[in-house]
């Protein structure tokens, strides 16, 4: 079984840029995340879908960050324009509706903003 | 305000000794547990859970315990291997329609030969 699909793995942009990451779930699963890890803390919810339906954004700097879900399946995830502290790695994971918490992850994206 | 909270940020055990660690959380409304391994450049993986139903939960080396009086869970490695050196996450879920994980910073776990 595949499992959740990031690219790019690594992007180094300049402040005030924009960056896009890409992320395709695993086959099946309806509730797909991105999830921001800064160095040295836990990953910190960003969005959660629902199929192509947004359940939880409560902690998406909307001024600046952006994300959709197409036809339900894969997503992206945009940053415009990136300031240095959204330097960090950013998780896509999906999972089963219904299925209390067990996740899958990729392997991240991993922003470096100068 | 962290609502879970892994105090010790590194654990060195030796190999086949026990690895012991520990999560606290704030939020009385959590009623699932989770831990998480990661290695480095790697997504986390999931490792085990626990409900709040339960004060214990077993899968072959690993044991998680919850104890939910002193909002308290810990994680149990026995034997600890080389393999074990990662770093675990906690994670928390209040459950409903949508399960969304507060996870802790992370033990960075090294188990020595």
């Known amino acids: 079984e595949a499992g959740v699909a990031q690219s790019p793995r690594y992007k180094i942009i300049e402040k005030r840029q924009s960056v896009a990451f890409w992320c395709n779930p695993i086959?099946?699963?309806?509730?797909l995340y991105w999830y921001q890890q800064i160095l040295g803390q836990g990953p910190k919810l960003l969005i959660q879908f629902q199929n192509n339906g947004v359940v939880d954004d409560s902690q998406l700097p909307k001024d600046r960050f952006s994300a959709e879900r197409l036809k339900g399946v894969d997503s992206t995830l945009k940053i415009q324009p990136a300031k240095l502290e959204d330097s960090a790695v950013y998780l896509c994971?999906?999972?089963?509706?219904?299925?209390?918490?067990?996740?899958?992850f990729g392997e991240g994206s991993r922003l470096t903003v100068l | 305000d962290q609502q879970v909270k892994q105090n010790s940020p590194s654990l060195s055990v030796q190999e086949g000794r026990i690895s012991i660690l520990n999560c606290d959380y704030t939020?009385?409304?959590?009623?699932?547990f989770l831990w998480y391994k990661k290695y480095p450049a790697e997504g986390p993986t999931f490792l085990i859970s626990i409900s709040s139903i339960k004060d214990k939960n077993e899968d072959g080396r690993f044991t998680v315990f919850l104890n939910k009086s002193a909002k308290h869970l810990s994680l149990h490695i026995v034997p600890s291997q080389p393999g074990d050196s990662a770093v675990y996450f906690c994670a928390a879920s209040a459950g409903g329609s949508n399960y969304k994980l507060t996870f802790g910073k992370g033990t960075l776990l090294t188990v020595n030969p």
């Open positions: 086959s099946g699963h309806a509730t």
């Open positions: 939020n009385s409304m959590f009623d699932y």
């Open positions: 994971a999906s999972s089963l509706v219904g299925f209390p918490g067990e996740l899958f």
